[in-house]
């Protein structure tokens, strides 16, 4: 039976913060990204790793010019990734989506946001 | 209708990975991996784990014998702020592994350890052998890798059997269930043979390693009584991989992603290459050798290429009375890791042809970025039960003539 857990108050939860936390046992991930609030399994589509625990970068891109030439890379100010620190797979935090192929995603926890709380359902 | 229950969750210690974080924190749920797929009753043997030997360094420079040698390198260590560690070569800066710190483990271990009765790294190595569900792990040093091309071959004479007695001294002797192959200084042959002689059937060494990062031809007549040597012994030969981006043939790649795809693999196809074509097999056919850390998919490449030319040019390779693939299949060893597997028909097929049931040998490479799990080899689907038992240990058991009783603490 999918059971409600209380993560904590809305308002607790700044962009870029997180909860990684396990619900008797399922762990699970609470971020907000620009504002949104997302939760996903800490299990890595690649090898179950603690993906959920890995760092957060902007998505690296590499801008090519009018004549086709590169010269920097740049960061991706709309785009968060979670990196899973076990091999370094990325994700887009608010999408689940890999950024090397769209057949990996992250697995999506579902997430209530009531009378100022959040709760995630496992 | 009753409410449903609201629970209360358990905020995990480390929110974010890092390189202070434990490594059985970093590495839980590859422990809860190999519970549930009760690797507590299968022999598993790691082939290849690595350790920082730098981190040690003024404690390996130690036991360089050279008293002129032995000094300097501690007044180096001594006098000089910020130094490298001393004598080593290498890419120094160029390491980039770890992504910019997105795969924080491969950058650095900083965990505490508070037993102090045995050397820092037999508890990293005991916490990743239990954490990743191993009996027996192999221990291999990192940096040094590079020693093959270093512009002065006493440098790895000195270090080579320094870092080796070090390693019989603080490590092998606190714990039975670290092993190692002993490094040999490759680029002077009677050094090499010195280090066989000193070593055999010394308490965990089972195996010798020459660091393939080199340009020696390894079918050169002043290694046969090497070779020769070690085939007396019984203990395997292997080959452990490794990049360098000084390789001319590497040059023009600007992406570590590219230099280390194909680097790690690429002096271990020359010296393969070079193995099987001056007819080793035939001339040690008791020597086993493997080859270490270059993935697998290598492997049919290499041997399809080699029967192709061969048979047009049989006359180049007059030692070999069998295909050149024969030879690699029936008298070379592989280690698992980095196992190419996002195409299970391409990954099928070469396990087939290296006849992974008998040859095949798993490896972690922990802790690098690249490292993988023995539940990499338990979930393929098209093995048997008893071929994953000899890919993960039993393989392992035979050549190094270790006992396969699992003994670790899931
Ligand atoms: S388990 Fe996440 S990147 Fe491999």
Same mark, same amino acid.
């Given at each position: 039976?999918?059971?409600?857990?209380?993560?904590?108050?809305?308002?607790?939860?700044?962009?870029?913060?997180?909860?990684?936390?396990?619900?008797?046992?399922?762990?699970?991930?609470?971020?907000?990204?620009?504002?949104?609030?997302?939760?996903?399994?800490?299990?890595?589509?690649?090898?179950?790793?603690?993906?959920?625990?890995?760092?957060?970068?902007?998505?690296?891109?590499?801008?090519?010019?009018?004549?086709?030439?590169?010269?920097?890379?740049?960061?991706?100010?709309?785009?968060?990734?979670?990196?899973?620190?076990?091999?370094?797979?990325?994700?887009?935090?608010?999408?689940?989506?890999?950024?090397?192929?769209?057949?990996?995603?992250?697995?999506?926890?579902?997430?209530?946001?009531?009378?100022?709380?959040?709760?995630?359902?496992? | 209708?009753?409410?449903?229950?609201?629970?209360?969750?358990?905020?995990?210690?480390?929110?974010?990975?890092?390189?202070?974080?434990?490594?059985?924190?970093?590495?839980?749920?590859?422990?809860?991996?190999?519970?549930?797929?009760?690797?507590?009753?299968?022999?598993?043997?790691?082939?290849?784990?690595?350790?920082?030997?730098?981190?040690?360094?003024?404690?390996?420079?130690?036991?360089?014998?050279?008293?002129?040698?032995?000094?300097?390198?501690?007044?180096?260590?001594?006098?000089?702020?910020?130094?490298?560690?001393?004598?080593?070569?290498?890419?120094?800066?160029?390491?980039?592994?770890?992504?910019?710190?997105?795969?924080?483990?491969?950058?650095?271990?900083?965990?505490?350890?508070?037993?102090?009765?045995?050397?820092?790294? /037999?508890?990293?190595?005991?916490?990743?052998?239990?954490?990743?569900?191993?009996?027996?792990?192999?221990?291999?040093?990192?940096?040094?890798?590079?020693?093959?091309?270093?512009?002065?071959?006493?440098?790895?004479?000195?270090?080579?059997?320094?870092?080796?007695?070090?390693?019989?001294?603080?490590?092998?002797?606190?714990?039975?269930?670290?092993?190692?192959?002993?490094?040999?200084?490759?680029?002077?042959?009677?050094?090499?043979?010195?280090? /066989?002689?000193?070593?055999?059937?010394?308490?965990?060494?089972?195996?010798?390693?020459?660091?393939?990062?080199?340009?020696?031809?390894?079918?050169?007549?002043?290694?046969?009584?090497?070779?020769?040597?070690?085939?007396?012994?019984?203990?395997?030969?292997?080959?452990?991989?490794?990049?360098?981006?000084?390789?001319?043939?590497?040059?023009?790649?600007?992406?570590?992603?590219?230099?280390?795809?194909?680097?790690?693999?690429?002096?271990?196809?020359?010296?393969?290459?070079?193995?099987?074509?001056?007819?080793?097999?035939?001339?040690?056919?008791?020597?086993?050798?493997?080859?270490?850390?270059?993935?697998?998919?290598?492997?049919?490449?290499?041997?399809?290429?080699?029967?192709?030319?061969?048979?047009?040019?049989?006359?180049?390779?007059?030692?070999?009375?069998?295909?050149?693939?024969?030879?690699?299949?029936?008298?070379?060893?592989?280690?698992?890791?980095?196992?190419?597997?996002?195409?299970?028909?391409?990954?099928?097929?070469?396990?087939?042809?290296?006849?992974?049931?008998?040859?095949?040998?798993?490896?972690?490479?922990?802790?690098?970025?690249?490292?993988?799990?023995?539940?990499?080899?338990?979930?393929?689907?098209?093995?048997?039960?008893?071929?994953?038992?000899?890919?993960?240990?039993?393989?392992?058991?035979?050549?190094?003539?270790?006992?396969?009783?699992?003994?670790?603490?899931?």
């Amino acid at each position: 039976m999918p059971k409600p857990y209380l993560v904590c108050r809305s308002d607790e939860l700044k962009d870029g913060d997180r909860r990684v936390m396990s619900c008797d046992g399922t762990e699970v991930g609470v971020f907000k990204v620009d504002g949104q609030f997302v939760a996903w399994h800490n299990e890595c589509p690649h090898r179950s790793g603690p993906v959920c625990q890995g760092r957060m970068y902007k998505r690296v891109l590499e801008p090519i010019d009018s004549d086709g030439h590169v010269r920097a890379l740049a960061y991706d100010e709309n785009v968060t990734n979670i990196v899973c620190s076990w091999h370094g797979y990325e994700f887009d935090l608010k999408t689940g989506a890999n950024q090397g192929t769209d057949k990996i995603k992250l697995r999506k926890v579902k997430l209530e946001e009531k009378d100022g709380h959040i709760y995630v359902v496992v | 209708m009753n409410q449903p229950v609201v629970g209360v969750p358990q905020m995990l210690p480390a929110q974010v990975i890092d390189t202070s974080t434990d490594s059985r924190e970093i590495l839980k749920h590859a422990r809860v991996a190999a519970r549930r797929r009760n690797l507590q009753d299968w022999f598993v043997v790691d082939v290849d784990a690595h350790h920082v030997e730098t981190v040690s360094w003024n404690e390996v420079v130690q036991y360089i014998e050279d008293p002129v040698i032995r000094d300097q390198a501690i007044y180096f260590h001594k006098d000089r702020i910020g130094a490298p560690p001393y004598g080593l070569n290498g890419d120094l800066g160029l390491r980039y592994q770890s992504v910019g710190g997105r795969i924080p483990h491969q950058d650095g271990l900083r965990e505490k350890v508070d037993d102090v009765s045995v050397h820092r790294d /037999v508890t990293l190595t005991r916490r990743a052998m239990d954490s990743l569900g191993v009996d027996n792990m192999v221990v291999f040093p990192t940096p040094m890798l590079f020693l093959g091309l270093h512009p002065q071959p006493e440098m790895e004479v000195w270090l080579s059997r320094a870092y080796n007695k070090w390693m019989q001294e603080k490590l092998l002797s606190a714990d039975n269930r670290i092993k190692f192959l002993a490094v040999l200084p490759y680029n002077t042959p009677e050094e090499a043979e010195r280090v /066989v002689k000193e070593t055999a059937g010394k308490k965990g060494i089972i195996g010798y390693a020459i660091p393939s990062t080199r340009h020696a031809p390894v079918h050169h007549n002043k290694y046969m009584r090497l070779y020769s040597m070690i085939e007396e012994t019984g203990m395997p030969l292997s080959f452990h991989a490794g990049y360098h981006w000084d390789d001319p043939s590497l040059k023009t790649v600007n992406r570590f992603l590219g230099m280390h795809a194909l680097g790690f693999a690429w002096p271990n196809i020359v010296h393969c290459t070079n193995w099987i074509l001056n007819g080793m097999p035939v001339r040690f056919p008791k020597l086993k050798v493997i080859w270490i850390e270059s993935g697998i998919a290598w492997a049919p490449f290499l041997m399809q290429r080699l029967d192709d030319q061969f048979l047009m040019r049989p006359s180049e390779a007059p030692h070999l009375k069998r295909l050149p693939s024969e030879y690699m299949r029936d008298h070379c060893w592989y280690t698992t890791q980095p196992m190419e597997s996002n195409n299970l028909k391409a990954l099928e097929c070469t396990l087939d042809m290296i006849k992974a049931d008998t040859q095949l040998l798993y490896a972690s490479d922990w802790p690098h970025f690249d490292f993988d799990l023995p539940s990499e080899i338990t979930d393929l689907p098209f093995l048997s039960e008893q071929t994953k038992r000899n890919i993960l240990g039993l393989n392992a058991a035979r050549i190094f003539n270790l006992d396969p009783t699992p003994v670790k603490q899931l």
